[in-house]
């Protein structure tokens, strides 16, 4: 069967990355990013002629090892022993989605013709992308400076038939040695040149990998969560005056007018919030959603373009520069910038769970003419109330991971390395806020649906008439108590596999 093909050599988008997974296209070098690879690794071939000239990594060791000279016999050596001795990663394994982009990002980076490696070495790295041949990294290692070194030896150690990977047998991954998947595919293991070792794991790959990721499922969770809200508007009987447009304009922030436009675009014509009010205000959880939301939304707007940035980057040292007859050791592989909008955008998802659970909070407190707990015969029955606990937790603990990594910083390599971006602690556990939203944002869902039913029979807008016929095929309206474990996973199922209506 003929794959769809992505040519890597030009600017890399989030959604081009999303279109990549998303659509399991096969990776393809152009040939200029070829040509520039290849002009690369030749000028630095022609510059480690001279035995007397000394490169940082090239033909020296590494961090505090860096004045110590390496014999021109030994090079290859030195950087698959690099490999071997860096690979030390610890804890929970790495998503595979995010191993895979960690390899697309890699092979990015090395395209861009300044990491001096050899054009097979890269294309190797096309061939595990392409074959379904996943690393097996760990959670834990890299302090998001000097590269992420740790992770980057796992990616890049399969490259010599050592270390394990994830390989599909039959129709699931199955975890392997890489010898073994290499004999699969009839690959043979590569023998690195000098500087390639370096340039596998000096690099931010590990941060920015999950940093897209995160990118794709905030973009859909944020759009989830306006659409909820639009929900529980309905359901608590709140006020739309709060989002009329006029009062969005005297306070422009991008994110609160787009936020209020699209609660009144999902609102439109619902029975419910066209009739009459008695309430004069709401709960700040409602009435503040542009706000808050809309907040969340530019904080999401700016941590794109700098992730963005970093995925079309050469984040390896040193880098080589041919045409200016350069090789410079700088400090591109520091996580910073990354370490920064990763501590940012964790911040901003929690408070997108914080403000849902409010709201959940609300919809169960008996007020606005719905029973306590969103339940019939209430006492008899404990309805919702358990879940909302559940929330509460999840909000606490993403509050807990919300401690920023990126101001902390331990001195490594004998003080060679004596500031670290700690992105790599960062990313890691703005991963698990971003889940952590998922499974507040499908309780708050599955109490919003079930207040929508003391509602009837008026009815809420198209848009959101036709969600909630589609939620109730998999979440059936709660009647008196059931196990409610069940429907939370299928809340967050729901969420998972549907797209949000726009």
């Known amino acids: 069967m003929k794959k769809n093909i992505f040519e890597i050599g030009k600017t890399l988008s989030v959604e081009d990355v999303e279109r990549i997974t998303e659509g399991k296209l096969h990776l393809r070098l152009s040939d200029h990013a070829k040509k520039l690879i290849t002009h690369c690794r030749n000028y630095l071939d022609k510059k480690t002629e001279d035995k007397e000239a000394i490169f940082y990594g090239i033909n020296t060791g590494f961090g505090s090892l860096c004045n110590t000279k390496i014999s021109s016999n030994d090079l290859t050596v030195l950087q698959e022993n690099l490999l071997r001795s860096h690979a030390c990663g610890t804890g929970e394994y790495v998503p595979k989605e995010i191993v895979k982009l960690m390899l697309l990002l890699k092979i990015q980076s090395l395209a861009f013709g300044h990491s001096g490696v050899q054009l097979k070495t890269v294309e190797r790295l096309v061939d595990f992308f392409n074959f379904d041949v996943l690393p097996v990294v760990y959670e834990q290692g890299s302090l998001g400076a000097s590269g992420d070194l740790a992770p980057l030896a796992h990616l890049s150690l399969p490259l010599l038939g050592e270390g394990k990977v994830w390989m599909i047998k039959g129709e699931t991954y199955e975890m392997t040695d890489a010898s073994y998947a290499l004999d699969q595919y009839k690959l043979k293991p590569l023998k690195l040149q000098s500087k390639e070792g370096l340039a596998l794991i000096n690099g931010t790959q590990f941060m920015s990998a999950y940093g897209v990721y995160m990118l794709i499922m905030s973009a859909k969770l944020f759009d989830w969560a306006n659409v909820i809200t639009a929900i529980s508007i309905d359901a608590f009987d709140a006020r739309l005056e709060p989002f009329q447009k006029i009062l969005h304009q005297i306070r422009p922030h991008k994110g609160q007018v787009q936020t209020a436009k699209v609660i009144r675009k999902l609102l439109k014509d619902s029975e419910i919030s066209l009739q009459h009010k008695i309430q004069v205000q709401d709960p700040y959880a409602f009435r503040c959603v542009p706000q808050v939301h809309g907040a969340s939304l530019d904080t999401l707007e700016h941590c794109t373009r700098v992730i963005t940035t970093e995925i079309n980057s050469v984040s390896d040292n040193p880098n080589i520069f041919p045409q200016e007859d350069e090789i410079i050791s700088g400090g591109n592989f520091h996580g910073q910038p990354l370490?920064?909008?990763?501590?940012?955008?964790?911040?901003?998802?929690?408070?997108?769970?914080?403000?849902?659970?409010?709201?959940?909070?609300?919809?169960?407190?008996?007020?606005?003419?719905?029973?306590?707990?969103?339940?019939?015969?209430?006492g008899l029955n404990s309805g919702l109330m358990i879940p909302q606990y559940t929330a509460a937790s999840i909000v606490s603990q993403n509050k807990q991971l919300c401690t920023p990594a990126s101001v902390d910083s331990i001195v490594s390599s004998n003080g060679q390395e004596d500031h670290v971006s700690m992105g790599a602690n960062a990313a890691t556990k703005c991963l698990r806020i971003v889940n952590n939203l998922q499974t507040i944002l499908a309780i708050e869902l599955m109490n919003a649906a079930q207040a929508m039913e003391f509602r009837r029979p008026l009815k809420s807008s198209d848009t959101v008439e036709k969600l909630l016929k589609q939620y109730r095929e998999v979440v059936p309206a709660l009647i008196a108590d059931r196990y409610l474990q069940e429907d939370i996973m299928n809340s967050v199922a729901f969420l998972k596999y549907t797209k949000p209506p726009q």
């Open 339 to 378: 370490a920064l909008v990763l501590d940012f955008l964790a911040i901003a998802l929690a408070e997108l769970g914080s403000i849902s659970e409010r709201r959940t909070f609300q919809l169960i407190s008996g007020q606005r003419a719905l029973p306590p707990f969103l339940i019939t015969n209430a």
